[in-house]
């Protein structure tokens, strides 16, 4: 099999970082993203979404969207677990991540792709008609994000990962997003001490560099 990837976007990071924290090695292609590769035909034929990762396996068959991809692995290779081995824990992790991507990196994506240069005329991921930047999207991330940064500080408050004791899946979503959120020139307040503990030692793990 085959995971397609780009270096520095997030989605292919937390893919990354997920088989690091399994110990799962995994035959990469890059995909320049700089130059529009995942944008022209040869890459388009794996994925016509024209995102990245996406996943070819040996029959050809190809799955996208990065947390897809990991739910793939987990089922082959169910320990250690880290989408849960309860069905609270399970419910637990599902939970934060929904709320991560829906709302920090939600807020990121839309800061970013309504506001920078670089994307107009590409309000959205992939291959899509031209679609135009707008701005009042941009406003409605930095609101999001403010209260995002909120929410899962007071969450930490009392746990010391963000789904219970133990690091997760949960915990991946928010590193990426959290790391990616700066790239829209988000940062998380000084004033947020438990995100802040929590992000560091989320860094330190060896599979945050993967």
Request: charged share 25%; glycine share 6%; aromatic share 10%.
């Amino acid at each position: 099999m085959k995971l397609y990837d780009a270096a520095w976007a997030p989605s292919p990071r937390r893919v990354r970082i997920y088989l690091a924290e399994k110990g799962i090695a995994v035959d990469r292609v890059a995909v320049d993203l700089r130059t529009g590769e995942h944008l022209a035909d040869p890459y388009l034929a794996i994925n016509p979404r024209g995102a990245v990762p996406a996943l070819e396996l040996d029959d050809g068959e190809v799955i996208c969207e990065s947390a897809a991809i990991c739910r793939y692995f987990e089922a082959l290779h169910p320990t250690p677990s880290l989408f849960g081995d309860t069905p609270l824990a399970v419910g637990r992790i599902e939970s934060w991540t929904r709320r991560i991507e829906g709302d920090g990196y939600a807020a990121a994506v839309y800061v970013l792709r309504n506001s920078a240069p670089a994307f107009a005329g590409r309000g959205e991921v992939g291959k899509w008609p031209a679609i135009d930047q707008i701005p009042d999207l941009s406003v409605r991330g930095r609101i999001m994000w403010d209260a995002f940064v909120d929410a899962l500080d007071a969450r930490l408050v009392t746990t010391s990962w963000i789904a219970g004791d133990r690091y997760s899946f949960a915990d991946i979503t928010a590193l990426v997003t959290v790391d990616f959120a700066r790239a829209a020139r988000l940062t998380v307040r000084a004033d947020a001490v438990h995100l802040h503990r929590w992000h560091d030692a989320a860094s330190t793990r060896d599979s945050a560099t993967a």
